[in-house]
């Protein structure tokens, strides 16, 4: 049985702010033993439950957070830049016939209230993201593109907010596991690691074991993904993309037969407009 993990940071035991979540913070090294020790906590329960092949995926910022030397023995690591990454925190979902999914450490979307650092994939770029109108985080788009795979997200972890917005879209039956309630951007309720972790693993085996009772998230077909922007110069840069049309001077728009297509095309557009060209062409 093949399993894919799919790894964020701002949803972490006791992670709550910045200094926490990027290589040149002061409390980073922190931040990712809380990463791995979640991961981890995650694939015991993954291997209880029967599963032979776990790939994670380090999906957050540049992606080569979680400590390889710490990581479970049964985990194989899919870590490396972003830049080289079509397909960003699902990168090699396409590699085996995964049975399941699981997000650990997820944040909620861009603009939700009471939510520890909530953004949509690229939080210096998207205003907001939205599949056939409806806004989505990357809970709900994840799911989504492992969803036309028939891959089912069977279990979520993150803040409170988070797990009400992974149930809101993927439905009741899935496994979540609330590890802090946030009280403001950069605050929570946190529950420490010593509660956490024994539960992630074993809410991890009963959704795997319960995995058939969970349904592929699968939004009305042909998908089109929607993004606005936080400034006209980043839609700009973005509509250079191939299959990108721009719609207004902030909004982009992505249409498509293929979701796994038509996520690395967002993900190139947000690459793209993300990028700041050289001085002399401004």
Same mark, same amino acid.
């Given at each position: 049985m093949d399993v894919l993990v799919s790894v964020d940071i701002e949803g972490i035991t006791g992670v709550v702010h910045a200094d926490m979540m990027g290589p040149d913070q002061r409390e980073y090294d922190r931040g990712r033993k809380l990463m791995t020790n979640d991961a981890n906590a995650a694939? =015991?329960?993954?291997? =209880?439950?029967?599963?032979? &092949?776990?790939l994670v995926i380090d999906g957050h910022g540049p992606m080569r957070n979680l400590i390889f030397e710490d990581m479970h023995p049964a985990a194989h690591l899919m870590t490396g830049s972003a830049n080289v990454r079509p397909h960003c925190q699902l990168e090699g979902a396409n590699t085996r016939t995964f049975e399941a999914a699981v997000f650990i450490g997820y944040h909620a979307m861009a603009k %939700? &209230?009471?939510?520890?650092?909530?953004? %949509?994939?690229?939080?210096?770029?998207?205003?907001e993201l939205r599949i056939n109108g409806i806004p989505h985080g990357e809970t709900?788009?994840?799911a989504a593109v492992l969803g036309s795979?028939?891959?089912p997200v069977v279990m979520v972890t993150g803040d409170t907010t988070t797990c009400a917005e992974a149930r809101y879209f993927l439905g009741q039956g899935i496994e979540t596991v609330a590890v802090k309630e946030a009280v403001g951007r950069n605050s929570a309720i946190c529950r420490p690691p010593s509660a956490t972790?024994? =539960?992630? %693993?074993?809410a991890a085996k009963q959704a795997l074991e319960n995995r058939e009772a969970v349904s592929p998230y699968l939004p009305e &077909?042909?998908?089109t993904f929607e993004v606005d922007f936080l400034n006209m110069l980043q839609c700009e840069r973005a509509a250079q993309v191939a299959g990108v049309e721009r719609v207004t001077p902030v909004t982009m728009r992505i249409e498509g037969e293929d979701p796994w297509e038509q996520y690395r095309v967002l993900w190139a557009a947000l690459r793209m407009a993300l990028h700041e060209p050289a001085s002399f062409l401004r």
């Open positions: 694939i =015991e329960g993954l291997v =209880e439950a029967g599963a032979d &092949y776990i %939700t &209230y009471r939510a520890i650092h909530p953004h %949509t994939i690229a939080g210096a770029a998207v205003h709900g788009v994840n795979m028939g891959i972790l024994p =539960e992630i %693993t074993a &077909y042909p998908l």
